[in-house]
């Protein structure tokens, strides 16, 4: 089974409109996080927001907020106000667990890929 | 603001070739991982590093891979004989103890031939 769900491969959204981007997971974990990323045409992996499982808000940055419902498992990202900046590829991302060594690493998701119209 | 670096960022080599990846983690970083991304796919897991040894690494990573941190500034992946099939975008990335985040670097393109 996938442990990480990103079920719409492309989006389009028109500027300065809200977009909101689906993410669903698969954990047996009482403690994980989630993060989104954005990666654009030049490759790099950009941080963009991170929920911690016991977290009880909805994180947000900026114009990134994190729609977080624990008991359906999905951790869906907002981008207000999107901007032609924001074409990019969207992954979603879950690390689970915690060892001695902390936790060991992050399983990805395939992405979607948001095109910002103007 | 801190951030990962690597080097080089394309690389192209022959198959059956040697190659390094090389990373430098944000500085007071203690967690290091390699993940690779081939064109159009998933970021997928290769090892993490903490310690000075491997703490856990998936089925990608075989005999052909190997991590080391030389000194204490640098993060390195070798890959003995190179296939096709690793042609990727490698990233490198850190994470502090004080957070769950990881921090990418810019990648880099390898290019088996």
């Known amino acids: 089974a996938q442990k990480i769900t990103q079920t719409q491969p492309g989006m389009f959204v028109q500027e300065k409109e809200a977009v909101t981007l689906d993410c669903t997971y698969d954990?047996?974990?009482?403690?994980?996080?989630l993060f989104w990323y954005k990666q654009p045409s030049s490759g790099e992996m950009i941080f963009l927001i991170y929920?911690?499982?016991?977290?009880?808000q909805n994180a947000t940055e900026g114009r990134y907020s994190l729609n977080f419902q624990k008991a359906r498992k999905s951790a869906n990202l907002v981008i207000s106000a999107s901007q032609l900046g924001d074409s990019a590829m969207y992954f979603c991302?879950?690390?689970?667990?915690?060892?001695?060594?902390?936790?060991?690493?992050?399983?990805f998701g395939t992405g979607t890929k948001l095109q910002v119209i103007p | 603001e801190p951030e990962v670096t690597q080097t080089p960022s394309h690389q192209v080599t022959q198959m059956g070739q040697e190659v390094i990846l090389r990373c430098v983690p944000i500085?007071?970083?203690?967690?290091f991982y390699w993940y690779r991304q081939i064109l159009g796919q998933k970021v997928e897991f290769l090892v993490s590093?903490?310690?000075?040894?491997?703490?856990?690494k998936s089925e990608i990573f075989d005999d052909q891979f190997s991590v080391e941190r030389p000194d204490g500034s640098n993060f390195t992946l070798k890959i003995r004989s190179t296939k096709l099939e690793d042609s990727a975008m490698y990233f490198c990335?850190?994470?502090?103890?004080?957070?769950?985040?990881?921090?990418f670097g810019p990648g880099t393109r390898l290019t088996v031939l």
């Open positions: 990335a850190s994470r502090s103890s004080s957070t769950d985040t990881q921090y």
């Open positions: 954990t047996s974990d009482q403690s994980y996080g």
């Open positions: 929920q911690g499982s016991y977290d009880e």
């Open positions: 991302a879950m690390r689970e667990g915690m060892n001695s060594g902390g936790y060991q690493k992050v399983t």
């Open positions: 500085s007071n970083h203690l967690y």
């Open positions: 590093f903490y310690n000075n040894e491997i703490s856990e």
